[in-house]
């Protein structure tokens, strides 16, 4: 799965139009605590979080995140936009929960495993 696909399929919003899409999605991970993230999540993953400053830019490209993913209607703030514009990191938004988004991404990434 990609990154493209998983926008497609969830119907996320995505804040940085130029930003590669092609991206390998291989899992995700959900937290807020940007340390604990840097840490844990995975290259590949889908980084889920309610955490909208620049911050998250620099944790995303640390981890080698596929995408950071906005949840609970957050929006970027305009420091974190334009990093991932400059960095050309997907960054996307959803309505739904942290919860929610990740049971339908293992549900996806289950899927297209069994393929």
């Known amino acids: ?6 926008v497609d399929q969830l119907e996320l919003k ?6 590669d899409l092609e991206i390998p999605v291989t899992g995700g991970y959900a937290g807020d ?5 840097m840490g844990r999540a995975q290259s590949g993953s889908v980084w ?5 400053n620049q ?3 620099a944790v995303a490209l640390m981890a080698d ?3 950071v993913v906005l949840t609970e209607s957050v929006a970027p703030d305009e420091a974190l ?3 991932a514009e400059a960095r050309g990191l997907p ?3 959803t309505p739904l929960s942290t919860y929610e988004l990740s049971c339908r991404l293992g549900v996806l990434l289950a899927d297209k495993q069994s393929v």
């Open 81 to 83: 936009q334009k990093q």
């Open 55 to 57: 911050n998250v830019a």
């Open 33 to 37: 605590m940007l340390s604990w993230v």
């Open 65 to 67: 995140v596929a995408a």
């Open 1 to 6: 799965m990609t990154v493209r696909e998983l």
């Open 14 to 19: 995505n804040w940085v139009p130029d930003a």
């Open 48 to 52: 889920m979080t309610i955490m909208s």
């Open 91 to 93: 960054l996307l938004s």
